[in-house]
């Protein structure tokens, strides 16, 4: 549990100490966490990519975020708006955010809780990554997906058959998520 | 040293690993190389695992197909349940030949040798990050030990100017200054020690043991090691299985992938090696012999300090050599002082001179035509340089209450000339400048005494030669005799 965000007017001095001491590190850590992201952010802003966007939540948090993918041209995803929710440890940028499709997706990487299968979110994570090169690396990953290590196994096996009805579920599955 | 420069045969104690077997080369194909099974990150836990279910694959028959999905699971997601701190206070290495008491007799016998040699330790925690961690750690410890400010402001320096290179390979700097700020702040708590003059290596210890910080300094040590690979691709392309690029994005700048030996040899390289230390590995292995395998990583030559790591396999850790009992500067007379047998004379009894640098010189005590005894004039200012000079305070730490019958102090056989000197007085013109104790004149002494072994620090060891920070005395007699 976190006291830092404790109320500590009521509490005894004592008590205040005790609590101050203990967070010190705590308090350190999530500020660091806070101006990376603040960086992060600034970049976003000042450099955007074509395709993607992201955006902390309207509830302060800095440590969750939504962003937006637009399918590339050329792939089944051609001009879909695709929704993904971040959300940053504690430890960020020393562990990978949880990054998750909200908008229901058809694609073999992805499960259909929105669950992503992609090494840079995992073992293969660096702290130079961020949320810009996680969102450019799934944009590639639409168009090139990794079938070698399906989640979804029948999405893996159309895109290799029979790319029409992979399209079909694709736009069958897809739904537009309103802004909140 | 470049990698390329390696002999191959380096990496042999590896092959005489019987733990290789853990990882076919059927496997994984980015752990084909000679290097596979010198990684160790998550999945070759895993690649274990799997190993071990094939070969039980007639147990595994019995499992139903959810149970099999559920072992697959844990399998995935094995993280070894690691304890205690990044980095401990040093301590005793018996710990280490303890742990190994009960194991292979090969282990067991090389790691009390180790606990001999190198008797104080430093464990990291064995996270992903250890062989970094200990690098990194060394690196401050030792310029921390070192106490030059100057020193620590220009590796401060250094390695703040090598920003550019990760400029140049395109990383951002609005990601990394976060992680050179952590070092920076670093060097500046080793300054302040230093200007404080505090001992105590605490402070360091506890910076690396804040989780978040220490792994911003691992970062931006990787950070660095990974740039300076892309800059140099010539020198560590042939050691990989896998392009460079892709090397250095899936294993350097990753945040738990444990550090390979081309990823350590390019640290070293590209990091370390500006800082004039050295950084030695001691293999702890089932290879042949008693004593771990010691490897340099730097080039042979002077070094202000040495990092030394203990490789087991799979995991790094820092070893230290004994504290230096006594400095190289004034060897003289240690033989007196540390012979087993040793028994002191009474000076006031002998009417030789006992000044210790001229009992440091050996060809002129052999030379009878240097010999003479003229003690008279000197005796006195003699005695007094005598007992200032720092090996006399050593000479007397390890003085044993004096007996009442004197014994000739034991003059150590010298098994090759020694080294020849660079300023040898002029003898025969002006006479002779040096009064020797008369007993190693005696004709037949050599005979009648107690020949030991010259003591490690005795300045008629030869290993000395050997050592690279080793410089012979200059005896300068005109200094001696103002």
């Known amino acids: 549990m976190d006291y830092s965000m404790e109320d500590t007017q009521n509490a005894a001095p004592d008590a205040h100490e005790t609590s101050k001491l203990s967070s010190t590190a705590q308090r350190a850590d999530t500020q660091s966490v806070t101006k990376r992201l603040q960086h992060e952010l600034m970049e976003l802003m000042l450099s955007p990519s074509p395709g993607i966007s992201a955006f902390p939540n309207a509830d302060g948090n800095l440590l969750s975020w939504t962003a937006t993918i637009t399918g590339p041209t050329e792939t089944p995803y051609d001009g879909l708006s695709l929704k993904l929710s971040f959300t940053f440890p504690n430890n960020y940028p020393y562990a990978a955010p949880t990054v998750l499709f909200i908008t229901p997706i058809y694609h073999p990487n992805v499960d259909f809780s929105g669950r992503i299968c992609l090494d840079i979110l995992r073992d293969k994570w660096s702290a130079v990554y961020n949320v810009q090169t996680v969102l450019l690396s799934l944009q590639s990953l639409l168009g090139e997906p990794n079938n070698a290590s399906p989640l979804n196994a029948q999405a893996a096996e159309l895109w290799d058959n029979d790319k029409e009805e992979f399209k079909r579920h694709v736009l069958a599955r897809h739904r537009d998520i309103d802004e909140e | 040293m470049p990698v390329s420069d390696i002999p191959f045969a380096h990496f042999g104690p590896y092959s005489y690993t019987p733990d290789r077997h853990y990882f076919p080369s059927t496997g994984q194909p980015q752990f084909a190389a000679p290097f596979s099974f010198l990684t160790h990150s998550i999945p070759q836990i895993t690649l274990a695992f799997q190993q071990g279910r094939a070969s039980s694959a007639y147990n595994m028959a019995a499992l139903s197909p959810d149970e099999m999905e559920r072992f697959q699971q844990l399998s995935n997601n094995f993280e070894p349940n690691v304890q205690g701190p990044l980095v401990t206070p040093k301590q005793s290495s018996h710990a280490i030949a303890d742990e190994y008491a009960n194991a292979d007799p090969t282990y067991a016998t090389k790691t009390s040798t180790l606990a001999l040699t190198h008797p104080m330790s430093r464990i990291m925690k064995g996270d992903g990050n250890c062989g970094w961690r200990a690098v990194a750690f060394g690196y401050f410890e030792n310029l921390f030990l070192l106490r030059d400010p100057l020193r620590v402001q220009r590796e401060l320096i250094r390695l703040k100017s090598m920003n550019t290179l990760l400029d140049q390979v395109g990383q951002q700097e609005h990601l990394y200054e976060i992680f050179v700020d952590e070092s920076e702040a670093v060097f500046n708590q080793i300054l302040e020690a ?289």
């Not at chain 2, 007094?384 to 305070?393: E, K, L």
């Open chain 2, 194 to 482: 230093i200007q404080k003059g505090i001992q105590d290596d605490s402070f360091l210890v506890h910076a690396f043991n804040e989780e978040y910080n220490s792994n911003a300094i691992i970062t931006h040590f990787r950070l660095l090691t990974s740039a300076w690979m892309r800059l140099n691709p010539g020198r560590y392309q042939a050691f990989l299985s896998l392009p460079l690029e892709q090397y250095c994005a899936t294993r350097v700048e990753t945040v738990k992938t444990e550090i390979d030996e081309v990823g350590l040899q390019a640290l070293v390289d590209g990091v370390i090696e500006g800082s004039e230390l050295a950084v030695e590995i001691l293999y702890l292995d089932r290879s042949e012999g008693e004593v771990v395998t010691p490897h340099l990583l730097t080039p042979n030559r002077p070094s202000v300090g040495t990092i030394r790591l203990l490789y087991r396999p799979g995991h790094y850790d820092l070893l230290y050599r004994p504290e230096p009992i006594v400095t190289m500067a004034p060897v003289v007379n240690y033989q007196y002082g540390i012979t087993s047998n040793y028994s002191p004379w009474d000076q006031g009894a002998l009417s030789f001179d006992v000044d210790p640098h001229l009992m440091a010189i050996p060809n002129l005590m052999m030379d009878p035509a240097a010999f003479a005894v003229n003690p008279s004039p000197m005796s006195a200012p003699v005695s007094n340089s005598y007992r200032m000079s720092p090996p006399h305070d050593l000479y007397l730490q390890h003085t044993p209450p004096p007996v009442s019958i004197p014994s000739p102090p034991v003059v150590p056989r010298m098994s090759a000339p020694p080294p020849p000197m660079t300023s040898a007085p002029n003898r025969s013109s002006d006479g002779p400048q040096i009064r020797l104790n008369p007993l190693v004149m005696k004709n037949n002494l050599s005979h009648s005494l107690p020949v030991t072994t010259p003591f490690k620090n005795s300045p008629y060891n030869q290993a000395h030669f050997q050592n690279q920070d080793f410089e012979p005395i200059h005896w300068e007699p005109n200094e001696s005799r103002k």
